[in-house]
């Protein structure tokens, strides 16, 4: 398997493993709101935190930015729940092109934030390598990929249940964020226990 191959599958491995799934989260909360009708804003929305944590992951690799591990385990959940309460108290239609435009905010600026959380893990992969421009781009790649098969699932998922089952967008939407609003919101409470002690 070539260098190129082998970042590529960690990179989308690293978004689709369970032990990664603050980021299938944030993914999910961010594409809630779409229906498969809307897979080109997802697709743009999906770049947005690709480019977000793409800069701050080549930053960290190259030891340009240096932000405490605890702090951004802590931040990561907090970007979640922010997206995902956003997407509970949002009115429906109404403002719809001025949310769709916060949404790439998010997922861009947001972006910056998981990309600190993903550096560590390609850090302690690249060790001593001294060109990491291939497995930094492989591994970006890799990650849009996973992002794009968990926004997939969850627009396959809203598809059933909307156009399937009969049941509203909105309650879908409300249903699948509050979810993650909960899980999110526990995981930030035990990550501050951890930055504070």
Do not use: C
């Not at 032990?19 to 961010?30: E, M, Q, T, V």
């Not at 598809?159 to 979810?179: E, H, P, Q, Y």
């Amino acid at each position: 398997m070539s260098e190129f191959a082998m970042y590529f599958q960690l990179g989308w491995q690293h978004i689709v493993a369970w032990d990664g799934y603050d980021h299938i989260l944030f993914i999910a909360a961010l594409s809630a709101v779409y229906l498969l009708s809307d897979w080109k804003r997802v697709l743009i929305l999906v770049t947005a935190f690709t480019i977000g944590h793409s800069i701050t992951l080549a930053l960290s690799v190259l030891d340009l930015v240096r932000v405490p591990t605890r702090l951004v385990e802590f931040l990561i959940p907090v970007t979640i729940f922010i997206t995902a309460l956003f997407n509970i108290i949002r009115r429906p239609a109404v403002d719809q092109p001025k949310a769709v435009q916060l949404n790439y905010f998010f997922a861009l600026f947001f972006g910056l934030i998981h990309g600190m959380g993903f550096s560590n893990y390609l850090k302690s992969l690249l060790g001593t390598t001294a060109n990491v421009v291939t497995p930094l781009l492989a591994f970006n790649l890799g990650l849009e990929f996973g992002q794009v098969l968990v926004v997939a699932i969850v627009l396959l998922m809203a598809g059933i249940t909307v156009n399937v089952t009969g049941v509203k967008r909105r309650d879908w939407v409300m249903f699948l964020s509050s979810a993650i609003f909960g899980v999110a919101f526990m995981m930030a409470i035990d990550r501050f226990k951890a930055l504070i002690i």
